[in-house]
């Protein structure tokens, strides 16, 4: 990473400190209503995130179940090589 970073001269970006969060000045404080309006949308988002993801994580592992116990060793391929494969699937499981 950092030879493509150097090559582009985009690593100098990399070693600037990030500034300190700005500070509302007195009187310019975000009203308790629009914290609490985003907030509610914030959890929202998060369900519904939450939820598009598990199904896909639920298809994935029901595939690498399919594919498990599918698996057979494949003629003229090692053991190790076939242990391998079902290593693979089990690392994927859990």
């Known amino acids: 990473l ?10 100098n970006y990399l070693e600037h400190h990030i500034p300190a969060a700005p500070v509302a000045p007195p009187g310019h404080q975000v009203p ?8 509610a949308w914030v ?4 369900e519904e995130l939450k939820a598009m993801y598990s199904k896909q994580a639920e298809q994935e592992l ?3 179940v ?5 698996s057979k060793q494949e003629e003229g ?3 190790s090589s076939h ?12």
């Open 2 to 11: 950092r030879l493509v970073l150097s090559i582009e001269d985009k690593k």
């Open 62 to 64: 029901l595939q690498t």
């Open 77 to 79: 391929h090692s053991v």
């Open 43 to 46: 959890k929202g988002q998060k």
């Open 32 to 39: 308790l209503v629009a914290l609490a309006a985003h907030a």
């Open 66 to 70: 399919r594919e498990f116990h599918t």
């Open 83 to 94: 242990v391998l494969k079902m290593k693979g699937y089990i690392e994927n499981l859990e």
